[in-house]
């Protein structure tokens, strides 16, 4: 979806509704979208990116989760807590909610990044996320966007709360191919590397017994890692499970 500038009324209305939030002030909604390759090449506009929002986005995810968690779970020590919500908070689970409100096709991305798949990239949804929850916070007040955050994550944080999210697909990919009577012989390697040195973006397979089992891509190798992990854990499951 291209939305224009001419166009952003009509097609900022529509995520407005999927995220059950009306902005007064439109412009933080276009920042919070605005990838920072985008606002590069309109630097002559005076564009600015998300990524201001995206960091008091973070800050505001984390206290809301932890606070859900410290009134929910009063018996459990901060172990507990910080595990749980790492698990709610990381970049897997906010761009598993970016896809389910297609906020991909939202963002705005500079040439490049929107060449090499950039709308996917779990990365740039989860930043985005961030940066709306931000938004939400500057236009609307805490607890508007206390609101949204728990709305969005309910069912992730109730998830974490019963045990079924996994968080370190690579270390239970691993833990898979040596259960159950099986011996798998798991690889994980980097196939891919581009964009400039400030903004790689790594490409990690993950191979069982020589065979591509998984792919995906991240701004670290852990991350690509990660994601080629997730990939291979769901092909797992479908295979063996």
């Given at each position: 979806m291209d939305i224009s500038m001419s166009s952003e009324p009509a097609g900022y209305s529509v995520l407005e509704n999927l995220i059950g939030y009306v902005f007064s002030d439109k412009g933080l909604l276009v920042t919070a979208l605005t990838h920072s390759t985008y606002a590069y090449e309109h630097r002559h506009e005076n564009v600015n990116d998300n990524e201001r929002l995206e960091f008091v986005g973070d800050g505001i995810l984390d206290f809301v989760v932890a606070d859900?968690?410290?009134h929910r779970?009063?018996?459990?020590?901060?172990?507990?807590?910080?595990?749980?919500?790492?698990?709610?908070?990381?970049?897997?689970?906010?761009?598993?909610?970016?896809?389910?409100?297609?906020?991909?096709?939202?963002?705005?991305?500079?040439?490049?990044?929107?060449?090499?798949?950039?709308?996917?990239?779990?990365?740039?949804l989860a930043n985005a996320m961030e940066a709306i929850f931000a938004a939400v916070y500057l236009d609307g007040g805490?607890?508007?966007?206390?609101?949204?955050?728990?709305?969005?994550?309910?069912?992730?944080?109730?998830?974490?709360?019963?045990?079924?999210?996994?968080?370190?697909?690579?270390?239970?990919?691993l833990e898979l191919a040596q259960t159950k009577g099986n011996s798998h012989t798991v690889r994980f390697a980097i196939i891919d590397e581009s964009g400039?040195?400030?903004?790689?973006?790594?490409?990690?397979?993950?191979?069982l017994d020589g065979e591509e089992f998984g792919r995906g891509t991240g701004h670290s190798k852990?991350?690509?890692?990660?994601?080629?992990?997730?990939?291979?854990?769901?092909?797992?499951?479908?295979?063996?499970a």
């Open positions: 859900a968690l410290f779970k009063q018996k459990c020590d901060e172990g507990y807590l910080s595990k749980t919500r790492a698990l709610i908070v990381c970049e897997t689970t906010l761009a598993d909610k970016a896809v389910m409100i297609g906020l991909g096709d939202y963002l705005r991305l500079g040439r490049g990044e929107e060449s090499t798949g950039g709308r996917d990239k779990p990365s740039n805490f607890e508007t966007a206390r609101s949204l955050i728990l709305r969005i994550l309910s069912d992730s944080i109730e998830l974490a709360l019963a045990g079924q999210i996994v968080f370190d697909y690579k270390s239970r990919i400039p040195v400030h903004e790689k973006c790594y490409t990690a397979a993950v191979y852990k991350l690509a890692e990660q994601e080629a992990a997730r990939s291979g854990f769901n092909e797992w499951m479908k295979r063996y």
